[in-house]
């Protein structure tokens, strides 16, 4: 290795870790790149310690999909020429444990936001939760929410959120593809599930649009995410070793 310079393709590849809840998936790879890299330099200049690395530097990297600071599970990550095959993982297919909070509904779809609106529980059953499953299953039309990072005339709609600014059109549903709900749980006023997808499926909407179709309101309290593509739980790396306080 005779230059710093090189670090950034001394590596090719794709793999996955496992993202902690509440660390951004932006935290998740830089944690990666910079621990990858120094590890690169260490392993180049055995006798030496390790100097500063300035960002254009360091192993090139990027992630197949963001996993909000709520949710935590399986984050592919591409290192070096890996990074061209990321964006097949933004189309795949998907897995997640979801948990919900009915009679309660947020401004942001989950705990991280304001509740909004309650409603009633006491109608609900097992029964009316997965008689509820149907209507939800294969190609369905579904509401991204408003506090999300799709771009609306260029600007993130978190950000039209955060700021109170009316947007400057309406948020267009977006044709999802749900396989499969499994319904792994219920109480009176919680329930987790699992749920196969495709890419672009918001479990935030999910919850809150089939809690509206049986008549409450609900929000998402915790997300795993499980599977991505061929990666699961068993192929992730743990952060341990990563996580600096």
């Given at each position: ?91 795949c297919t998907k897995e997640y444990i979801v948990t919900a909070k009915f009679g309660q509904e947020t401004d942001t ?15 609900l059953s097992r029964q009316l939760i997965q008689d509820t499953f149907p209507q939800f299953k294969g190609f369905i ?105």
């Amino acid at each position: 290795m005779s230059s710093l310079g090189s670090l950034r393709y001394t590596v090719n590849n794709v793999f996955a870790v496992y993202k902690p809840k509440g660390w951004t998936s932006r935290r998740v790879t830089d944690a990666v790149q910079l621990e990858l890299s120094k590890e690169i330099w260490r392993k180049g200049h055995p006798d030496q310690p390790v100097p500063y690395l300035k960002r254009k530097d360091l192993v090139k990297i990027g992630h197949g999909g963001t996993l909000d600071p709520i949710a935590e599970g399986v984050l592919v990550i591409g290192v070096g020429h890996g990074c061209k095959q990321l964006s097949q993982f933004l189309r795949c297919t998907k897995e997640y444990i979801v948990t919900a909070k009915f009679g309660q509904e947020t401004d942001t779809y989950d705990t991280e936001g304001k509740v909004t609106k309650t409603c009633p529980t006491d109608h609900l059953s097992r029964q009316l939760i997965q008689d509820t499953f149907p209507q939800f299953k294969g190609f369905i039309n579904q509401m991204p929410p408003i506090y999300s990072a799709i771009r609306v005339q260029g600007k993130r709609l978190y950000n039209y959120a955060r700021n109170n600014q009316s947007l400057p059109e309406p948020i267009k549903a977006r044709q999802v593809l749900i396989e499969e709900i499994e319904l792994l749980d219920f109480h009176q006023d919680w329930c987790q599930l699992r749920v196969t997808c495709g890419g672009g499926t918001y479990m935030r909407s999910l919850v809150h649009d089939m809690a509206m179709q049986m008549q409450t309101c609900a929000h998402m309290t915790a997300l795993q995410r499980t599977r991505q593509a061929q990666f699961t739980l068993e192929h992730a790396y743990a952060l341990d070793n990563l996580i600096v306080a």
